[in-house]
């Protein structure tokens, strides 16, 4: 069974930055897409960025480009979510979620497991 464990979420002021992290146990970590979404207080949950098994490519909502980073270290089965430039309307719960296989999706749906989340307060 795999399990996500979530961390580096916080407070911060906009135009700051925050590192996230999703820690992965219970199964061969290299063999996962990861991906970060994020849900809002009274919105719908949204894709943020994905990377694939190796890390050699990333995929981006339109929201994130040019101001998170996804990547990840295989030997310490960690994903990160380093966030830069943040707005207050960054503010949300952070996931982070995997899929057996190689390929990237922005839907939900596509993938098996889940975290708990981490919440990302951005104040103005």
């Known amino acids: 069974q795999v399990q996500l464990l979530e961390s580096g979420g916080g407070l911060v002021q906009a135009g700051g930055s925050l590192r996230l992290s999703c820690a992965c146990s219970?199964?061969?970590?290299?063999?996962?897409?990861v991906a970060w979404f994020r849900q809002a207080p009274g919105k719908e949950r949204e894709f943020v960025a994905a990377i694939r098994r190796s890390g050699g490519a990333t995929y981006y909502a339109d929201s994130a480009k040019g101001r998170f980073t996804i990547s990840r270290d295989n030997a310490v089965n960690t994903a990160y979510l380093q966030m830069n430039s943040l707005e207050p309307e960054d503010t949300a719960v952070y996931y982070c979620a995997a899929r057996e296989g190689n390929l990237m999706y922005s839907s939900g749906r596509e993938y098996m497991y889940w975290g708990q989340g981490t919440q990302v307060t951005v104040s103005s």
């Open positions: 219970g199964r061969t970590f290299s063999t996962y897409t």
